[in-house]
């Protein structure tokens, strides 16, 4: 059983262009975030929610909007892509419960070119 | 604004050797997590320390916790090949926020 996954895995596209990336967990956790990895593997965090409410909302390009249709999932949405944004990004969840570690999604490697 | 520095950044060393990776972070956190991530892979949980003198054994794996000096060190007993990786250290701050360093690449040589 997967815990937490994300779609697409991979994610090649064009500068300009609109892109989104799904992130489900199925470990009933209340809260999820974004993180974006860059090419020298430094993670950064970008946005969390908790129970569908935003609770970290970093110093992003507004050109990313996290959306949390319900607390099992967070996607992504990247409007007007840019070479920059070239990056693994990496959802993951935490839980209420227990030592509060977050769990990482496989991650998805988008290229912009 | 939280900052977490790791040393060293690049280790390559060879089996059966001891090394300490350090995880100096600048404000107050009561507890830190260490992760373990291989090439080209997502990151999996190592280490959970919840307070100050934590410590927490794994195989050749031990991760120690000082809070009052903002320390935390991940020690590496007799390296094997299968411990090369990239780890983290990520102290928690409030609003379920980790703040990761800038992760060690350990390379562990035959």
């Known amino acids: 059983d997967t815990a937490v996954s994300q779609t697409p895995k991979y994610l090649v596209t064009q500068m300009g262009n609109d892109k989104s990336i799904k992130c489900e967990q199925n470990l009933g956790h209340d809260t999820m975030y974004w993180y974006k990895q860059d090419s020298k593997k430094f993670l950064k965090i970008m946005f969390s929610?908790?129970?569908?409410?935003?609770?970290i909302n970093e110093t992003v390009p507004n050109r990313f909007s996290p959306k949390s249709p319900d607390k099992a999932h967070l996607n992504l949405h990247i409007n007007s892509l840019e070479l920059g944004d070239s990056a693994v990004y990496f959802c993951?969840?935490?839980?209420?419960?227990?030592?509060?570690?977050?769990?990482f999604g496989p991650g998805t490697r988008l290229t912009v070119t | 604004e939280l900052k977490v520095e790791q040393n060293p950044l690049f280790l390559s060393m060879q089996e059966g050797k001891n090394y300490t990776i350090y995880c100096n972070y600048s404000t107050t956190s009561d507890r830190l997590y260490w992760y373990r991530q291989d090439p080209g892979k997502s990151l999996e949980s190592l280490f959970v320390l919840l307070s100050n003198g934590a410590v927490k054994q794994e195989g050749r794996l031990m991760a120690s916790l000082d809070t009052k000096a903002r320390l935390s060190t991940l020690h590496i007993t007799a390296a094997v090949h299968d411990l090369s990786a990239t780890y983290f250290c990520a102290p928690y701050t409030s609003g379920s926020r980790l703040t990761f360093g800038e992760g060690t690449q350990l390379t562990v040589n035959p």
């Open positions: 993951a969840s935490s839980g209420r419960t227990g030592y509060h570690e977050q769990y």
């Open positions: 929610y908790n129970n569908k409410e935003l609770i």
